[in-house]
């Protein structure tokens, strides 16, 4: 099985790779981003605690992301492989990942971290903001603010599997085929 978390601040364009490598690779993607806003779609409770959170720029409690991300392995038996967008967001969301895949026989390949300045990121969500109308992205306070989180509770994701030798940082500026051909020369030697 290829199993790839794809890592990064947001907006760093791991919803965007995703996209692209799913129809390259045939693997099944798990955004726990998308997983998400579809609760809050569907106005489920869930959604409603989620929305709160997330308009305010914080992470959703660990248990949470963890039960969906359990629930979409356990539907998804016959897969080639996933790829985790956005999830592992915390060290405790690693350690859970790992638990969870090695009950099943299975581990992650490898972790490809997009590297983005801040300014850019930025930038890039306040675009989508306008284009899109998501509330996250609407407000650069919310951004700053989703970055911090970032920076406090998410970076630490990076140094976990860099002891475990499978990060890989790939420059996540320049266009979006550029980038991804960079991510393909590093799935390929997996
Ligand atoms: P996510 O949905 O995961 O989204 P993201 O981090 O904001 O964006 P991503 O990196 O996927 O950016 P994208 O490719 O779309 O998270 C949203 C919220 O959900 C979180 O803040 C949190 O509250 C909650 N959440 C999700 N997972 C969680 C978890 N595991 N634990 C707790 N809470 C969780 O790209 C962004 C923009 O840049 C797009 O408009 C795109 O077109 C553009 N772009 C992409 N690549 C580009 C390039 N090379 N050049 C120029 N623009 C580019």
Do not use: W
């Not at 979409?72 to 967008?85: C, Q």
């Not at 140094?159 to 390929?188: A, H, P, R, T, W």
Request: charged content about 25%; hydrophobic content about 35%.
């Amino acid at each position: 099985m290829l199993n790839l978390v794809l890592f990064g601040p947001p907006g760093a364009g791991k919803g965007t790779q995703s996209q692209k490598l799913i129809e390259k690779y045939q693997l099944v993607h798990l955004s726990t981003g998308d997983i998400l806003r579809g609760e809050i779609a569907q106005g489920t409770a869930l959604g409603v605690e989620a929305k709160k959170l997330m308009d305010d720029g914080k992470l959703v409690p660990d248990e949470v992301v963890i039960g969906m991300i359990s629930n979409k392995l356990d539907s998804n038996p016959d897969a080639k492989g996933f790829i985790f967008d956005g999830f592992p967001r915390t060290v405790a969301q690693a350690q859970a990942l790992d638990e969870l895949l090695q009950s099943k026989g299975a581990q992650i390949s490898g972790m490809i971290a997009l590297q983005v300045d801040e300014e850019e990121l930025e930038k890039r969500l306040l675009l989508r903001g306008q284009e899109s109308g998501r509330a996250d992205d609407a407000n650069p306070e919310v951004i700053r603010k989703r970055i911090v989180e970032y920076n406090s509770k998410t970076a630490p994701v990076a140094n976990y599997y860099q002891q475990q030798g499978k990060l890989q940082n790939i420059n996540g500026i320049g266009s979006i085929d550029e980038i991804f051909d960079e991510i393909c020369k590093v799935i390929d030697r997996y």
